[in-house]
């Protein structure tokens, strides 16, 4: 099985070498890979491994991968970017061309709901002293204020009794 599965690996190998000198348009090499799979199928019995898949399906998608144009999003109706591309776009995403271009970090996405409002978890300002004294001072004042209310609410008042059937006779 090793023996098949380093063949395949080879075979991949061609085929890669092949297609980046333009030797196979895509449709060719669609019919050339499912050739590759069930030639492996047949002989070992199973499935190529995911290593060999993944090389596969980067043959499929060669054009899309090795596309550098800067403006590919925005000419594709279905773009996808390669690894090296998503990587350099998130390095970007604080420069000023970044932000020109109308581009959004991936990660603000997270806490924004599609009414525009953020759902993060909010955080609490740590106040500085002078900021701690002043609320200080004004609780204190309030304070006494709110037990001067208080004091003449609970004090005791007069009971007022009322007899609601004297005015109904």
Do not use: C
């Given at each position: 099985?090793?023996?098949?599965?380093?063949?395949?690996h080879?075979?991949i190998?061609?085929?890669q070498?092949?297609t980046?000198?333009?030797?196979f348009?895509?449709?060719?090499?669609?019919?050339?890979?499912?050739q590759?799979?069930?030639?492996?199928?047949?002989?070992?019995?199973?499935?190529?491994d995911?290593?060999?898949?993944?090389r596969?399906?980067?043959?499929?998608?060669?054009?899309?991968i090795?596309?550098?144009d800067?403006?590919?999003?925005?000419?594709?109706?279905?773009?996808?970017?390669?690894?090296?591309?998503?990587?350099?776009?998130?390095e970007g995403?604080?420069?000023?061309?970044?932000?020109?271009?109308?581009?959004?970090?991936?990660?603000?996405?997270?806490?924004?709901?599609?009414d525009?409002?953020?759902?993060?978890?909010?955080?609490?300002?740590?106040?500085?002293?002078?900021?701690?004294?002043?609320?200080?001072?004004?609780?204190?004042?309030?304070?006494?204020?709110?037990?001067?209310?208080?004091?003449?609410?609970?004090?005791?008042?007069?009971?007022?009794?009322?007899?609601?059937r004297?005015?109904?006779?």
């Open positions: 099985m090793a023996d098949y599965k380093t063949a395949l080879e075979d190998t061609k085929l070498a092949a980046k000198r333009g030797e348009p895509r449709e060719l090499r669609i019919e050339k890979i499912e590759l799979t069930e030639d492996y199928y047949r002989l070992a019995g199973e499935m190529p995911s290593v060999a898949l993944e596969l399906t980067d043959l499929i998608l060669y054009e899309e090795t596309d550098n800067r403006m590919k999003v925005r000419n594709n109706e279905y773009p996808f970017l390669s690894n090296e591309q998503l990587a350099r776009r998130q995403k604080h420069s000023r061309s970044a932000t020109l271009s109308g581009e959004v970090p991936l990660g603000a996405a997270d806490s924004v709901g599609v525009g409002r953020s759902y993060s978890q909010p955080t609490r300002k740590v106040r500085n002293s002078r900021e701690n004294r002043l609320v200080d001072e004004k609780t204190k004042s309030r304070n006494k204020e709110r037990k001067r209310k208080y004091d003449e609410f609970v004090k005791v008042q007069p009971v007022v009794e009322w007899n609601l004297e005015g109904s006779e």
